[in-house]
T-cell receptor, first 115, second 109 residues
């Protein structure tokens, strides 16, 4: 079965640079979530989109922004990168419409290293 | 106090034994409960979800939910060395998931 696709898988940036992470949800899924997982930590919710509208917001820095496009893929834009932004960034998707289910399936993640 | 609490472990069990993982949560309004397995450096893999009080079985896995006690557990029967991983309990409110810090499970051959 098709899974969530994330790109790139690895990204190295310098401080104060910008980065764009992409997420392609499971086909027919309408909701996308972004999570950040630091070393030895649990995933922390950043932001979510349902039907291309922001649906919830967590601990996302103001330097970060995200959107969901008409084809349901999502992009997380990160500016003025800091060393502390180094982490695994996961995208997850779910299908909310019709079924009202809440299972979230995670992509393989993007490992961001800020030097 | 963290919203979702788990014992960090490690929980060590011999191959073939039952592994019991526990999780408590603080938000009584929580509606959905999940168990994810995560290998080091990999993404969380959904293995069980439960929405109603009681037990839910899927193969070697059984999830148990007690909303009155704000408690959810995962039983793994016939544990295998390949089950060695970190198990994350996650609690949802129809939107985001709040994760516990995870319990590391070690299954010895």
């Amino acid at each position: 079965a098709a899974g969530v696709i994330q790109s790139p898988r690895h990204l190295i940036k310098e401080k104060r640079e910008t980065a764009t992470l992409k997420c392609y949800p499971i086909p027919r899924h309408d909701t996308v979530y972004w999570y950040q997982q630091g070393p030895g930590q649990d995933p922390q919710f950043l932001i979510s989109f349902y039907e291309k509208m922001q649906s919830d917001k967590g601990s996302i820095p103001d330097r970060f922004s995200a959107q969901q496009f008409s084809d349901y893929h999502s992009e997380l834009n990160m500016s003025s990168l800091e060393l502390g932004d180094s982490a695994l960034y996961f995208c997850a998707s779910s299908l909310k419409s019709f079924h009202s289910t809440y299972e979230q399936y995670f992509g393989p993640g993007t490992r961001l290293t800020v030097t | 106090q963290k919203e979702v609490e788990q014992n960090s472990g490690p929980l060590s069990v011999p191959e073939g034994a039952i592994a019991s993982l526990n999780c408590t949560y603080s938000d009584r309004g929580s509606q959905s409960f999940f168990w994810y397995r995560q290998y080091s450096g990999k993404s969380p893999e959904l293995i069980m979800f439960i929405y109603s009080n009681g037990d839910k079985e899927d193969g070697r896995f059984t999830a148990q939910l007690n909303k009155a006690s704000q408690y959810v557990s995962l039983l793994i029967r016939d544990s295998q060395p390949s089950d060695s991983a970190t198990y994350l309990c996650a609690v949802g409110d129809f939107q985001k998931l709040v994760f516990g810090t995870g319990t590391r499970l070690l299954v010895s051959p």
